[in-house]
């Protein structure tokens, strides 16, 4: 397409998405000069959603404002929603609900840790009300999230459930626009990227990127290093977010499990576990680049990136852009 036609594009999905708008937007886009020269790689950009402007941090806003545009138009009071105790995305819902005047309710699996860290100190100072499963099995957060909005509905409360780590067609679109943002940024420094690079945990930014650059019909390839899941298991969730999002929005992409580009030998000993390999790769972005990623998301999102592009399962050339996601609370508590 011609950037005519392009920003029409934009404008069209724009329109057909609406958001509760909270941070200022386009975050920046750097050039990564001496961490490319360290991998050799041709040429490399931070997407700096790090550096959102609302609720410390971190990529989670972008699906969240779409999310709660649509908990307003319900009349919702209190957000329902839910991970692990380190989770962007629950610190993030309690940000939004603080915000906006409504109560909150955090869930989390396991058991209540021995001390406050990271994201989940910063969820209790924003006054969400903690609830735990006692089970390790992750998915048995979706369970209790549905105990907790029944229990609210009994008690007349208009509640709104927010599936594990935003997963939702709602919190897709979010990031379709997120891929309309860096569009008409690199139109405006001349770039082209050739790949994208993100970490995946929920799914929600992979399928939110996938979508976005498909509607616009750009060039672009979409790596995702997964952080939490085997990579049969996020290619189910992928297409299962992608689907809810195109019937939101009324199209449909066609998108076949082969066009997914999912990396999963990364995730060290599990989710929110701090990986060596993440850790060293962490430790070269702080000493090439000054920029701090964290343990939990991003840091195995570059060792996996690292590893592949050196033992040549990636290419070196052309112009990548890492989607720096957020995640920075959890490094104080886990880098230890």
């Known amino acids: 397409m011609d950037p005519q036609s392009e920003t029409h594009s934009i404008q069209s999905l724009r329109a057909a998405i609406p958001r509760e708008k909270v941070a200022e937007y386009p975050t920046p886009l750097i050039r990564a000069d001496r961490l490319a020269l360290e991998l050799k790689a041709e040429r490399f950009f931070f997407k700096r959603d790090d550096l959102i402007s609302f609720g410390l941090g971190g990529n989670k806003t972008r699906g969240l404002e779409v999310i709660l545009s649509d908990a307003l ?16 995305h629950v610190r993030t819902a309690a940000a939004f609900a603080s915000a906006y005047g409504m109560d909150c309710e955090a869930v989390y699996w396991g058991s209540a840790p021995s001390s406050a860290i990271g994201n989940y100190a910063i969820v209790q100072m924003l006054g969400a009300k903690l609830n735990f ?35 939702c067609g709602h919190g897709v679109l979010g990031h379709v626009l997120a891929v309309c943002e860096l569009f008409q940024q690199c139109n405006e420094l001349g770039i082209e990227p050739d790949r994208i690079v993100l970490g995946a945990g929920s799914g929600g930014t992979y399928a939110g990127w996938l979508l976005g650059i498909r509607l616009l019909d750009l060039p672009w390839l979409v790596e995702g290093f997964s952080v939490s899941r085997p990579r049969e298991d996020m290619e189910n969730q992928v297409l299962a977010l992608i689907s809810e999002a195109e019937a939101i929005l009324g199209v449909k992409a ?29 430790q ?4 090439t680049e000054g920029v701090l990623l964290d343990p939990v998301y991003t840091g195995k999102a570059m060792a996996g990136f690292k590893s592949e592009i050196q033992t040549g399962k990636l290419s070196r050339s052309g112009t990548t852009v890492f989607i720096h996601t957020g995640g920075e609370p959890n490094y104080y508590s886990l880098s230890n």
Do not use: M, W
């Open 73 to 88: 138009r319900r009349k919702a009071d209190t957000l329902v929603t839910g991970a692990g105790v380190l989770s962007n």
């Open 254 to 282: 066609q998108f076949r499990r082969e066009d997914l580009q999912i990396r999963d030998g990364f995730i060290g000993e599990g989710y929110g576990i701090p990986s060596i390999e993440g850790n060293e790769a962490i």
């Open 284 to 287: 070269l972005v702080c000493k």
């Open 133 to 167: 499963t006692d089970e390790l099995d992750r998915t048995s957060v979706d369970r209790h999230i549905d105990y907790v909005v029944q229990r609210l509905r009994d008690k007349g409360r208009k509640s709104y459930a927010i599936p594990r780590g935003g997963a």
